[in-house]
Structure formats: structure tokens, C-alpha cells
């Protein structure tokens, strides 16, 4: 079992900058490959972006590139998602999710989800 919760969310202008948070308990934190979802009221769940157990190249979605980084720190067992330059398409509800034998980081198929935190964009 893995538990996750996130934090760092909450309202920002459109240009801003927010760090999301995601600490985890439970079964080692390094064995697991990491990502962050979104949900936004009236779409879809999508993945943000992805890394894999030992922080390799990170995969990032298309609508994050170039402004949202994904890190970890397994001493820490903590997952960030540092997003910049924010866009009010960014409002959504963000996760924190664990897969523990992920073969691709673009298809994450999260065993474990955290609860979410809200992020609004203020334009």
C-alpha cells in the first residue's frame, strides 16, 4: 500500500508560478514510477507529466512543455510539479499517482492515486 497527499495548490493569476507537492508513505517510494493527472470540471482525466523510479528522463504531456517540470526526491519521498507561466486552461483538480511496473511512462496506469488539490488560473 501506498499513500499519497498532495499539496501546493490554489488560486493564481494567469503568468504565475505554483510548486504542487506529493508525499508518499508506505512501500518504498523508489520502486514506484510517478506522474501527475489533472481534471478539469467537464473534461476527461489527462496526464501531466511522468518520471520514472530513479528520476531518468521524465515524460512530459504537450500542454505542459516548456512550463511544467516534474522532479523527485526519493530521500524525501516527495514528488513535485513545478508549473510556470500558468494559463487559465491549467484550472483543474491535480493527482499525484504511484504505478509500481510501469513499462511507459506516457501510459502511467496508476496503482495508487492521491486526493487531489485544486489549482485555479486567474486570467
Known amino acids: 500500500q501506498v499513500q499519497l497527499v498532495e499539496s501546493g495548490g490554489g488560486l493564481v493569476q494567469a503568468g504565475g508560478s505554483l510548486r504542487l507537492s506529493c508525499t508518499a508513505s508506505g512501500r518504498s517510494f523508489s520502486t514506484y514510477a510517478m506522474g501527475w493527472f489533472r481534471q478539469a470540471p467537464g473534461k476527461e482525466s489527462e496526464i501531466v507529466a511522468a518520471i520514472s523510479p530513479g528520476g531518468g528522463i521524465p515524460y512530459c504531456a504537450e500542454s505542459g512543455k516548456g512550463r511544467f517540470t516534474i522532479a523527485r526526491d526519493n530521500a524525501k519521498n516527495t514528488l513535485y510539479l513545478q508549473m510556470n507561466s500558468l494559463k487559465s486552461e491549467d484550472t483543474a483538480v491535480y493527482y499525484c499517482?504511484?504505478?509500481?511496473?510501469?513499462?511507459?511512462?506516457?501510459?502511467?496506469?496508476?496503482?495508487?492515486w492521491g486526493e487531489g488539490t485544486q489549482v485555479t488560473v486567474s486570467s
Open positions: 499517482a504511484a504505478e509500481y511496473r510501469n513499462r511507459a511512462l506516457v501510459a502511467l496506469r496508476p496503482d495508487y
